[in-house]
T-cell receptor
Framework: ELKVEQNPLFLSMQEGKNYTIYCNYS?????LYWYRQDPGKSLESLFV?????AVKQEGRLMASLDTKARLSTLHITAAVHDLSATYFC?????????FGTGTSLTVIP | GAVVSQHPSRVICKSGTSVKIECRSL??????MFWYRQFPKQSLMLMAT?????????EQGVEKDKFLINHASLTLSTLTVTSAHPEDSSFYIC?????????????????FGPGTRLLVL
């Protein structure tokens, strides 16, 4: 059974600070996704990472993928309050998605 | 981007009744749709894979007789929670897989519906 683990589960950080969320998965994967979920809402797609060494950036968020280490990171630069949400990584293998445990991020003014 | 809708967005029902949730892909055809369940402050758990024109594939531990899935057309999948009980209260999210080649290499991207919040009293 494929396992997808995120670290940390909860993150409280001050505005302006940097931090990284880690996503480890247990088997080979076609691609890796990062999503954002606001309370009571569905998922918003942030990034799709397709190959080893892939790096994508959007605003204050940057995602990377190391398929050899089975690790993806989501780096937050100079956090702002609007980034407060729960972030999920998801691994796509074959026809299915497996979601990580989620990281609940709170950015404190 | 592609849009997936769900209906209803919220439903409250009495214990023992059945509830049907619809998932539609609005601007693309989806041979495969997925149903997830999410409990408060937890991750999404895949319940089943819905295949157009054939039986759904259920994940281990999901009762197929309780969660009936029908994928009768390329744009519609339904999840029926039969004889619902309070423990079935959850946030149900569907996704649809866009099989078209998008040029950016993101073939087969999944698009998620807005979710259906079910409360069983």
């Amino acid at each position: 059974e494929l396992k997808v683990e995120q670290n940390p589960l909860f993150l409280s950080m001050q505005e302006g600070k940097n931090y990284t969320i880690y996503c480890n998965y247990s088997t080979t994967s076609d691609r890796l996704y990062w999503y954002r979920q606001d309370p009571g809402k569905s998922l918003e797609s942030l990034f799709v990472l397709l190959s080893n060494g892939a790096v994508k950036q959007e605003g204050r968020l940057m995602a990377s993928l190391d398929t050899k280490a089975r690790l993806s990171t989501l780096h937050i630069t100079a956090a702002v309050h609007d980034l407060s949400a729960t972030y999920f990584c998801a691994v796509n293998t074959g026809n299915q998605f497996y979601f990580g445990t989620g990281t609940s991020l709170t950015v404190i003014p | 981007g592609a849009v997936v809708s769900q209906h209803p967005s919220r439903v409250i029902c009495k214990s023992g009744t059945s509830v049907k949730i619809e998932c539609r892909s609005l601007d693309f055809q989806a041979t495969t749709m997925f149903w997830y369940r999410q409990f408060p402050k937890q991750s999404l758990m895949l319940m089943a894979t819905s295949n157009e024109g054939s039986k759904a594939t259920y994940e281990q531990g999901v009762e197929k007789d309780k969660f009936l899935i029908n994928h009768a057309s390329l744009t519609l999948s339904t999840l029926t929670v039969t004889s619902a009980h309070p423990e079935d209260s959850s946030f149900y999210i569907c996704s649809a897989r866009d099989q078209r080649w998008l040029g950016t290499g993101e073939r087969g991207t999944q698009y998620f519906g807005p979710g259906t919040r079910l409360l069983v009293l």
